[in-house]
């Protein structure tokens, strides 16, 4: 959507451009008139404008000032000057401004319309050039470490599916890591912040750690930090392969450094910081139970110390209820996720992670403390949503909200997850049901304003503000909802006002146009006779004839 600020002292011309544009048919204009350069700068400094149309001579601020104005404050917008002067200086005035063009009122609307064309194509191309691509490119390189991040506490979380494609992540985001490397994971931690440290004062000093760290380490190791909760990071690190030495001497000397990480935190931050690592490499689909073991050491007995270096070397000593414990561990942590699954109406997804949630005791046999977790921490998640969207009443009408926050209520495990399953197929449900309403509330609110305000201000950024939406946005929405364009409907709405006051017979012409939002009763013919084929005093014969001919 373009949208286009005409600027002219003449309000006739102004008037008539409006609705040259509104009535066109080749591009999606959004068309605003004002009758001075000042108007012109205060409305572009109230909302977008891609085009400016504009007349040179006026009063006041008049367009050559306008000019240098939106050049210097809004270089993105195109400028088009009318005027009714062929002067050989003000050609020359405004191609040395960087005017797109320069037309002579007298030249018709048609060259007008191939200028504002012309204008919107060198828009759309300057958003697929080069230097778009590039400013793309950029903020894409700034994002990678969050991408990059977010992507592996996914991996250490234990979502399977993201391994499926590491190789080639790591390679679009060219993260230092080697997917087809078994890797080693150090667990930092501070252990106690120094005293009027504030929240950014915080973030800031695990920044340091992060490039203390990296620095020792990444002298002879591929070095990635990994980012979770407030006081904890994860180093991901890998042989270099520059120097020609064993993996069981790349593992020693990543396992001494820790302690020099430890000490040049100490002497240069003043902090106190404990490490844990896995006691070898591992491959990458045996990391996300090496992370929940660390979080363990790390949470728990010897790990409450401080300034520890601990060493996990349960994988030489892992039987197969260890691993289950850490299976449980992982699914569990997956919980966020699935609230934002619920919270998005994403489905298929929850449900296949709760699913194996509710597999969990079976598969690790064990009794049912297990089970009391699982039921309550899915039934918190529930509440906390309902809560969220004051849902307690609707849902309350059609399962037993009672039985929630009783495990006991329910007579056996399975009955128990029915009853969570059918509360989630409910909570879906009622979101389908909720949205859905939503966009025929939004849908009945445009059509009605555009009913009653014919005559009024029916633009797209109007309409956005009566109902709290985006223009661009709102025009997408409406004709994904009804499909049918926004702009089609208001013509078909004036359309079928205009046969209703034309078959009266009463009305005058001129009057029908202005009811309709039409500046002039010119644009109100050509719309007319371009929708029916006949001028409206045409069409008013023709059904005055036909309606003698029925009483006849």
Request: proline share 2%; net charge negative; charged share 25%.
């Given at each position: 959507?373009?949208?286009?600020l005409?600027?002219?002292?003449e309000?006739?011309?102004v008037?008539s451009?409006?609705d040259?544009?509104?009535?066109?048919?080749?591009?999606e204009?959004e068309a605003?008139?004002?009758?001075?350069?000042q108007?012109a700068l205060?409305m572009?400094?109230r909302?977008k404008?891609?085009i400016?149309?504009?007349?040179i001579?006026?009063?006041?601020?008049?367009g050559?000032?306008?000019q240098?104005?939106?050049?210097r404050?809004w270089p993105?917008?195109k400028i088009?000057?009318?005027?009714?002067?062929?002067?050989?200086?003000?050609i020359?005035q405004?191609?040395r401004?960087?005017g797109?063009e320069?037309?002579?009122k007298?030249?018709?609307?048609d060259?007008?319309?191939?200028?504002v064309?012309?204008?919107?194509?060198?828009l759309?191309?300057?958003?697929?050039s080069?230097a778009f691509?590039?400013r793309a490119e950029?903020q894409?390189r700034?994002?990678?470490?969050l991408?990059?991040?977010?992507?592996l506490?996914?991996?250490?979380?234990?979502?399977?599916?993201?391994?499926r494609?590491?190789?080639?992540?790591f390679?679009?985001w060219?993260?230092?890591?080697?997917?087809?490397q078994d890797?080693l994971?150090?667990?930092?931690?501070?252990?106690?912040?120094r005293d009027?440290?504030?929240?950014s004062?915080?973030?800031?000093?695990?920044?340091?750690?992060q490039?203390?760290?990296?620095?020792?380490?990444?002298?002879s190791?591929?070095c990635?930090t990994?980012r979770?909760?407030?006081n904890k990071?994860l180093w991901?690190?890998?042989?270099s392969?520059?120097?020609?030495?064993?993996?069981?001497?790349a593992?020693?000397h990543?396992h001494?450094?820790?302690e020099t990480?430890q000490?040049?935190c100490?002497?240069?931050?003043k902090?106190?910081?404990?490490l844990?690592?896995?006691a070898?490499?591992?491959p990458w689909?045996q990391?996300?139970?090496?992370?929940?073991?660390?979080t363990?050491?790390?949470?728990r007995g010897?790990?409450m110390?401080k300034e520890?270096i601990?060493l996990d070397?349960?994988r030489?000593?892992?039987?197969?209820v260890?691993v289950?414990?850490?299976q449980?561990r992982?699914?569990?942590?997956?919980?966020p996720?699935?609230?934002a699954y619920?919270e998005n109406?994403?489905?298929e997804?929850?449900?296949?992670?709760?699913?194996?949630l509710?597999?969990?005791?079976?598969a690790?046999?064990?009794d049912d403390t297990?089970k009391?977790e699982i039921?309550y921490?899915?039934?918190?998640?529930?509440?906390s949503?309902m809560?969220r969207?004051e849902?307690?009443?609707?849902?309350g009408?059609?399962i037993?909200?009672?039985k929630?926050?009783k495990?006991?209520?329910?007579?056996s495990?399975?009955?128990?997850l029915?009853y969570?399953s059918?509360?989630?197929?409910?909570?879906f449900?009622?979101k389908?049901?909720?949205?859905i309403?939503?966009e025929?509330d939004?849908?009945?609110?445009?059509?009605?304003?555009?009913?009653?305000n014919?005559a009024?201000?029916l633009?797209?950024?109007?309409?956005?503000?009566?109902v709290?939406y985006?223009?661009y946005?709102?025009t997408k929405?409406?004709r994904?909802?009804?499909?049918?364009a926004?702009t089609?409907?208001i013509?078909?709405?004036r359309?079928a006002?205009a046969?209703?006051?034309l078959?009266?017979g009463d009305v005058?012409?001129?009057d029908?146009?202005?009811?309709?939002?039409?500046?002039t009763?010119?644009?109100?013919?050509r719309?007319?006779?371009?929708?029916?084929?006949l001028t409206?005093?045409?069409?008013?014969?023709?059904?005055?004839?036909?309606?003698?001919?029925n009483?006849?």
């Amino acid at each position: 959507m373009i949208r286009l600020l005409i600027v002219d002292n003449e309000r006739l011309i102004v008037e008539s451009l409006l609705d040259l544009f509104r009535q066109s048919d080749k591009l999606e204009i959004e068309a605003f008139g004002v009758y001075s350069g000042q108007e012109a700068l205060e409305m572009l400094e109230r909302m977008k404008f891609d085009i400016v149309l504009s007349d040179i001579r006026m009063p006041g601020l008049d367009g050559l000032e306008l000019q240098k104005e939106i050049v210097r404050q809004w270089p993105w917008c195109k400028i088009i000057f009318l005027s009714g002067y062929d002067e050989f200086q003000y050609i020359q005035q405004v191609m040395r401004n960087g005017g797109v063009e320069y037309l002579l009122k007298m030249e018709g609307p048609d060259a007008i319309l191939r200028a504002v064309e012309k204008a919107s194509a060198q828009l759309y191309a300057a958003g697929e050039s080069k230097a778009f691509i590039q400013r793309a490119e950029s903020q894409m390189r700034m994002a990678r470490p969050l991408l990059i991040n977010d992507y592996l506490l996914e991996v250490l979380q234990g979502d399977r599916q993201s391994l499926r494609g590491m190789p080639d992540k790591f390679a679009q985001w060219e993260c230092p890591l080697d997917a087809r490397q078994d890797v080693l994971l150090v667990m930092g931690r501070v252990d106690d912040w120094r005293d009027k440290l504030g929240v950014s004062d915080r973030e800031l000093m695990l920044y340091a750690i992060q490039n203390i760290a990296e620095e020792l380490w990444t002298a002879s190791a591929r070095c990635l930090t990994v980012r979770f909760e407030r006081n904890k990071l994860l180093w991901l690190l890998q042989p270099s392969g520059e120097n020609d030495i064993s993996i069981e001497s790349a593992l020693r000397h990543m396992h001494r450094t820790m302690e020099t990480v430890q000490i040049s935190c100490r002497q240069t931050l003043k902090l106190s910081v404990s490490l844990a690592a896995s006691a070898s490499f591992l491959p990458w689909d045996q990391v996300a139970e090496q992370f929940s073991a660390l979080t363990q050491l790390l949470g728990r007995g010897l790990g409450m110390g401080k300034e520890l270096i601990l060493l996990d070397d349960r994988r030489a000593r892992m039987d197969k209820v260890e691993v289950q414990f850490h299976q449980v561990r992982s699914q569990l942590g997956k919980l966020p996720a699935m609230a934002a699954y619920l919270e998005n109406g994403q489905k298929e997804h929850f449900m296949i992670e709760f699913d194996k949630l509710a597999a969990l005791p079976a598969a690790a046999n064990q009794d049912d403390t297990l089970k009391l977790e699982i039921y309550y921490s899915t039934a918190t998640l529930f509440l906390s949503y309902m809560n969220r969207w004051e849902l307690h009443k609707v849902i309350g009408r059609m399962i037993d909200l009672a039985k929630l926050v009783k495990y006991d209520a329910h007579s056996s495990w399975h009955e128990a997850l029915s009853y969570l399953s059918q509360l989630a197929e409910c909570l879906f449900e009622q979101k389908h049901n909720d949205h859905i309403y939503s966009e025929d509330d939004l849908v009945k609110h445009i059509r009605l304003y555009v009913e009653h305000n014919l005559a009024g201000d029916l633009s797209l950024t109007r309409i956005g503000e009566v109902v709290g939406y985006n223009p661009y946005y709102l025009t997408k929405l409406y004709r994904r909802i009804t499909n049918e364009a926004l702009t089609d409907f208001i013509a078909s709405v004036r359309l079928a006002k205009a046969r209703k006051l034309l078959e009266q017979g009463d009305v005058i012409v001129q009057d029908i146009s202005k009811s309709i939002g039409f500046m002039t009763e010119h644009s109100f013919y050509r719309f007319f006779k371009k929708a029916t084929g006949l001028t409206p005093q045409e069409y008013r014969e023709r059904q005055s004839v036909s309606k003698k001919d029925n009483e006849k």
